[in-house]
């Protein structure tokens, strides 16, 4: 929650690219946006999206602002207000996307003024008609026809001149881009769909495609779920593709592919393809086809008329095609081509191109409940636009990204803990600081060596990777009970929510990457989505039980929240993330979820429910939790302020819970609560010579010492949290996943009082 309001003048804010701004007039308020060039290359008039945290959603930030680049002048740009609790101190988000131009290796700040209308539009809108069957929508290079008859798009025109001139009988795909999938039993493609438009504005356009394969025989259908993305001005289209086993049962999946045609007008084609750090090209004769493959980890593969060489390992992360014939070209590119082994792309002489969500040569068990999730960009080019290519990897998997500069959302106080800015940094006593860089120093390194270790160039080792475990870690068990064998951590303690906050603290973007891929595994794989079978609600998959060594169902949320999946709702515009959410939060206000042996459950529910509360405004939730915080209020009364379990980081877990449940609600009986879980916990279990709570499970607590300190002025909770934050720093490097992510959950919060000793 936010301590003051924010309606006066800001006088200087001090950005990650360390820039000045100075403020206007009193109604006028700007937030600055850092925008990151990443793939080495200029872009000019690019879209960007990103969420915007505001303090409250009325007065000023009442009505949606407009963008200007680091000169000042306003670029075109739309917002959305997105849901969340209505009040002067509620704070909320509004979703910005607007096009801007960054030079490569380049960081600038563009910002988001609230009180004045906006004024400039792009060259061409984004159009969109609704038709009988579906709509058309289109900018100045592209239209698509979407029907209901005929998923994902039932037709493509490219107009290469920009101008918004498109021939009916001259489209660039002449055949739709559909979904397809091939089992032991049949080969089949999708039926009919259900449309719906998302998102519209003169910046850009998202759809929502929904439908089904019918399977013979099988209980229930197989899935797909996409949406689809066109920007203002430019020549591409994003789409996401999920597809989810919704059957109720195991599958065989032989196959599964998006397809195309491009019209070729009878002449011969020509292609390239890009793998690694190089590319080929070839004319393509009818009879002809090009193919690459990735089966394995490092396992590229040329094949057709490419022959059927191997591409050197360390070069499998990228992989895209083009076909080009007399009326313009395509190229596809699949995020993350080679990490999401197997896959595959393929054309032909006749002009199909086809996208291996799942190559011929790699069939694999899809198990019920699961899905799998690929972001796709196919830019669509003219025929003399040989210089298309070099964008489309760039535009796949490194785009320009835009986030709110850390200042403001330290002062919005949206996230868990503080970002150490300079600016922040330089409002700490000089003999905290060297702690504070220390720490951060120590989080990063921690972080990306589980995922490595980082090469010179910070590669993922892609042999912990692939098509299920895309996203995941590898880990030990070091406890006698567990059974040998592989185990995955499953994103355990929200690790998808401690790499996006590490991103913002250091701007590293492998972090972001990282990060990315681990909210899809854990939508895709953790999460079961719903199937035939009753089970509305997701339970959690793809862990190796460790008493039984197979994988199993969990029925509870014993290392599960949300804030992870709705930091990237917020940040990253990731919309199945935000569902997902909200369905863990209403499973717990059915009262399933929760485990009341084990702690760890009620401290992740309570979690949950607050976060999807401050995401949707929805009083259920809000009232679910209240449940479960006087729940845990009576254990605190009946017990002395302990609480029922032997392990002192279910007990940090659970406080850490009742912090957040006191910053929304201010009741002082859960502060009281709080402080006595805290007391008891330093009485009780202080250890004197690692300066820890019993251990390093301790530092959970650091949350709640912090609120403490701040709300009572008792300087002792400040020095045992100085005492635990010097303790971790000195300790050695934490080399499993989870605890990682449990050691970085609240550490930095002690920097909140820090800042407010130093000020007061």
Known sequence: MVKRRITFVFAAILCFAGLIWAQAVEAKVEIPIVLTER????????????????PSKEGAFSSPPRMLDQMGREVASQAVLLPGPTGKESPGWWRLTFLGTINQNDSLVYRAVFGEEQKIQPRTAVKVEKTFSGYLVENSSVRLELSTDQPIVAKAWFDPNGRG????????????????????????????????????????????????????????????????????????????????????????????????????????????????????????????????????????????????ASIPQGSAGIGWADLSGPVGGVSVGIKDFGLLYPKGLQVNGTGEIKIQFLPVSSPLIW?????????????????????????????????????PAGDWLNETEVLSQPLLTKAYLGELDA?????????????????????GPPTGEREINAEHWGFYNYGDLPMAFSVPWAKPGQYWNNNAYDLPYQLLCAYLQTADPALLEIGEAALTHWQDVDLVNPTANPRPFPGLDHHKDPLSGMVSVADDFLVFENRGLLLGYYLLDDQFGYELALRMADR?????????????????????????????????????????????????????????????????????????YYQITKDPRVLTGIQRATDHALYHFWDRETGLIQNRGGVLFTSALDLLYRETGDEKYYLYNKDQVNAWINREAAQQPKDVALSYRTIFTFFNGARFRNIK
């Open 39 to 54: 793939a080495g290359l200029d872009w000019k008039s690019t879209p960007f999206t990103v969420g915007v945290p505001v």
């Open 588 to 660: 717990l206000t059915l009262q399933a979820g929760v485990n009341f042996r084990d702690l760890r459950t009620v401290g992740a529910g309570l979690m949950t429910l607050l976060a999807a509360y401050q995401a949707s405004g929805w009083q259920r939730y809000l009232e679910s939790a209240a449940q479960l915080v006087e729940l845990v209020l009576g254990w605190l009364q009946q017990q002395g302020g302990g609480l029922p379990t032997d392990f002192i980081y279910k007990a940090g877990l659970v406080t850490d819970s009742l912090v957040a």
């Open 367 to 403: 198990e019920a409940g699961v899905a799998k999730t690929h972001h796709l960009t196919l830019n669509f080019h003219g025929v003399r636009d040989r210089d298309s290519t070099k964008y489309i990897d760039a535009v796949t998997n490194k785009s320009p990204v835009a986030m």
């Open 431 to 451: 003999e905290v600081q060297p702690l504070a860089l220390l720490l951060k120093e120590k989080q990063w390194s921690e972080l990306l060596n589980l995922y």
């Open 165 to 308: 001139s498109f021939k009916d009988d001259t489209p660039l795909l002449v055949a739709p881009l559909e979904i397809g999938i091939r089992t032991t039993a049949a080969s089949l493609g999708a039926k009919a769909m259900d449309i719906s438009l998302e998102e519209h504005g003169p910046v850009r356009a998202v759809f929502r495609l929904k439908g089904v394969i019918p399977l013979t025989g099988i209980e229930g259908p197989f899935s797909y779920d996409c949406r689809l993305i066109l920007y203002a001005d430019t020549p591409f289209i994003r789409l996401e593709v999920r597809l989810i086993n919704t059957t109720g049962g195991q599958l065989t999946m032989e196959e599964a592919w998006l397809k195309t045609t491009l019209n070729l007008k009878e002449e011969r084609g020509e292609t390239t393809f890009g793998a690694g750090k190089g590319a080929r090209t070839s004319a393509l004769n009818k009879n002809a086809h090009a193919q690459l493959v990735v089966d394995h980890s490092g396992g590229l593969r040329w094949g057709g008329i490419f022959g059927s």
